[in-house]
């Protein structure tokens, strides 16, 4: 028998190395190609979503957050342990192809890489083998002892599976090299670890060197087939589909996903929303695909964090298991459980859609847009939905505002104030979109004035669009009423296309995003400013100038839909830090980790029942021990002075003020 020759040169069982690796190659890769074609035939069935556009932002998103897993450390431990195994099983790829190739080629050795770059290469990817080892064996044992909270629910035994095979590619490749370098086939090659792997072999004979290189080539060859084909059969699909998620990744965060890509008009539609899984798009089944169980989302979920029966995680999955039996890889199709019970109204209704979830996921995934589809369904085609919310419905359909005072009241809010209405062809710079909440709500209304003050004082040139402003229809979108959205969004662009109007300041966040990523869709292109950004720009070019001392310690409240929508998290805070004498105090959680004040989503207009998100948030704050409390919203505003007056975390109180009521102080 001939030593130091590769395993496919011999005869197993009567059959020749090479037919028998072909054999096996062949038969894996048909299977592998078979399941991917019927998960492919699952993404082909979605419904449209045009997603290739901004190609040079996609491609840079693609290296941060794909290849560089940008997301990944905001877990250090979990995070560091992913980017090892991420590059070490890409190096390790290229290895087994390889392998695959050496094996299949007749005669020499194939060699994919070669010469000085085959030397670097084999001296890396035998660091890396050993780096991605130990990360594999560490994430085994944080699973099964440290057992972190957010994993409750995901597949272990897959995970394990997984874990377990890589861990096996690392080591068989460890042997088949260390035992090659022991029968003199690598020669001449820097291989630190396989090199020390064949110093623990110099007591095998010859023979058992090369049943060892032979059952460890097999071995390799055999379990990087078998991993292949559980990707796409398991939650590690991700690994393939995952790229390509980061990728195709919604490019305007704060806008939600029409009803459909491809017919507009909603009068066309015979359905309206998402009630079972033919109407998911192909980019919804591609999240699907890419999940990876982290539950990353759910513990960053305000809903779920005080107790409400609402986990991201849990909706992705289920919607995926209800994709994948109604669309099995093999046998009938399972349409006995409904999507709508995969997923149930409690679950829909607990949202605040505050975008944390979307914020967390390593992977991109989109969840508010399909809670939204689900709500749509509910609230248009089955009449389901909290009772609490057609009151509200009704006053934005016939009033024009959600708490039904009327537009003849639209301007009490002034007062005194000289502030003039916009009229056609008037020669103003900004338009101040007052919005609902300063026009009704009395404690806002005050915000409303000190903003309009401030403009005045800094020499600003605007007026508001007077009775004609009509609700920005934020609450109706997100809480599933998209026609009551469309009507009140077409009213309101419609006048200030006729107007005419180039600038917009809105000091509700919900409005901003509205108006400045939602209604472009419907022919609204103006450039809209939030208060805070607009504010800190006259104070940076000196129209406002803050000069008196206000000694306080201030936090700032992140508003979801000012910084995780709009990234929007600096100006607020610069606004502070220029006050001479403001020191500021940051809660716990913070910017783009910043906890819900509980009122998006329709909270605004929905019973809590248990714990309050508001009261949460409000004890977080106050343990930062802040004498004031700043926000840029007037729904975060109404939650926090609640949720300060009632949370028993501590007894300290610190009073809640808008930005524009501190820079008042301030001048
Ligand atoms: S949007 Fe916020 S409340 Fe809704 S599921 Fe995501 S994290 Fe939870
Ligand atoms: S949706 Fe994203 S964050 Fe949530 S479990 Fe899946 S991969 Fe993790």
Not at 101 to 120: N, P, Q, R, T, V
Not at 249 to 272: A, F, H, M, N, S
């Amino acid at each position: 028998m001939k030593y130091g020759v590769h395993p496919k040169s011999f005869v197993y069982f009567g059959i020749p190395g090479e037919v028998l690796a072909g054999g096996i190659i062949a038969l894996s890769a048909a299977i592998f190609l078979f399941i991917c074609f019927r998960r492919f035939q699952l993404l082909r069935q979605g419904l449209s979503d045009p997603r290739m556009d901004s190609v040079v932002d996609r491609l840079k998103g693609l290296i941060t957050d794909g290849f560089l897993q940008k997301r990944q450390p905001r877990y250090p431990v979990a995070g560091i342990l992913h980017i090892v195994i991420f590059w070490g099983f890409l190096i390790l790829s290229l290895r087994s192809i390889q392998l695959l190739a050496e094996s299949l080629s007749s005669g020499k050795d194939f060699i994919i890489l070669s010469g000085i770059s085959g030397d670097i290469y084999g001296f890396l990817k035998d660091l890396a083998e050993l780096a991605t080892l130990a990360a594999c064996i560490f994430a085994i044992y944080r699973r099964a002892v440290v057992q972190p909270k957010r994993f409750q629910g995901s597949r272990q035994f897959e995970a394990y599976l997984v874990l377990g095979l890589i861990s096996f590619l690392m080591i068989t490749d460890l042997l088949f090299n260390g035992s090659g370098i022991s029968l003199g086939i690598y020669k001449g090659q820097v291989q630190p670890i396989s090199s020390m792997v064949s110093v623990l072999l110099t007591d095998i004979s010859k023979p058992g060197l090369q049943s060892l290189h032979n059952a460890a080539f097999w071995l390799h060859l055999i379990s990087f087939l078998l991993l292949l084909n559980l990707l796409p059969l398991s939650k590690h699909f991700h690994i393939i589909t995952a790229l390509p998620n980061v990728f195709f990744r919604k490019q305007i965060r704060g806008e939600l996903k029409p009803p459909r890509w491809d017919i507009q008009d909603l009068d066309e539609l015979d359905r309206v929303g998402v009630s079972s899984v033919s109407d998911f798009t192909w980019k919804n089944m591609l999240d699907f695909f890419s999940c990876t169980e982290c539950g990353r989302c759910t513990d960053h979920c305000p809903a779920n964090a005080v107790g409400r029966n609402l986990s991201p995680k849990k909706i992705t999955m289920a919607l995926r298991d209800q994709a994948y039996k109604e669309n099995p890889i093999l046998g009938d199709s399972d349409h006995n459980q409904k999507l709508t019970d995969a997923v149930t109204s409690e679950e829909l209704w607990a949202c605040t859609t505050c975008g944390s979830c979307e914020e967390q996921c390593p992977v991109f995934i989109e969840h508010v847009d399909k809670i939204i589809d689900m709500r749509r369904d509910r609230v248009m085609m089955k009449n389901d939905f909290p009772p609490e919310l057609i009151q509200m419905f009704r006053n934005i359909e016939i009033f024009g505002d959600p708490w039904g005072n009327g537009m003849a009241r639209r301007k009490e809010w002034i007062e005194n104030l000289e502030i003039n209405d916009v009229g056609q062809g008037d020669a103003v710079d900004i338009v101040y979109w007052v919005g609902c909440s300063g026009a009704f709500d009395s404690r806002y209304a005050g915000v409303a004035r000190s903003l309009a003050g401030l403009m005045k004082k800094a020499g600003v040139n605007f007026g508001t669009l007077g009775k004609l402003e009509r609700c920005c229809g934020d609450f109706a979108r997100r809480t599933g009423n998209e026609y009551l959205f469309q009507a009140m969004a077409k009213e309101n662009i419609t006048l200030l296309n006729r107007l005419g109007v180039k600038k917009i300041v809105v000091s509700c966040p919900h409005g901003y995003n509205t108006l400045k990523n939602e209604y472009p869709r419907f022919g609204g292109k103006f450039e809209v400013v939030h208060h805070s950004r607009f504010l800190w720009e006259l104070i940076e070019a000196g129209s406002l100038k803050l000069s008196k001392t206000v000694n306080k310690k201030i936090a700032y409240h992140d508003s979801c839909y000012l910084g995780r929508y709009n990234g929007e998290y600096e100006a607020p805070r610069r606004i502070l830090e220029s006050i001479p004498g403001v020191t500021l105090v940051e809660a716990d959680r913070n910017r783009e980790k910043g906890f819900c004040c509980g009122a998006g989503g329709g909270y605004m207009w929905l019973v809590e029942t248990g714990q309050r998100v508001n009261e949460t948030r409000a004890g977080e704050i106050a343990a930062a021990g802040p004498d004031q409390v700043a926000t840029a919203c007037p729904f975060c505003l109404t939650m926090l002075d609640e949720g300060m007056a009632a949370h028993e975390q501590s007894e300290y109180k610190p009073e809640v003020l808008d930005l524009t009521e501190i820079i008042e102080k301030a001048l």
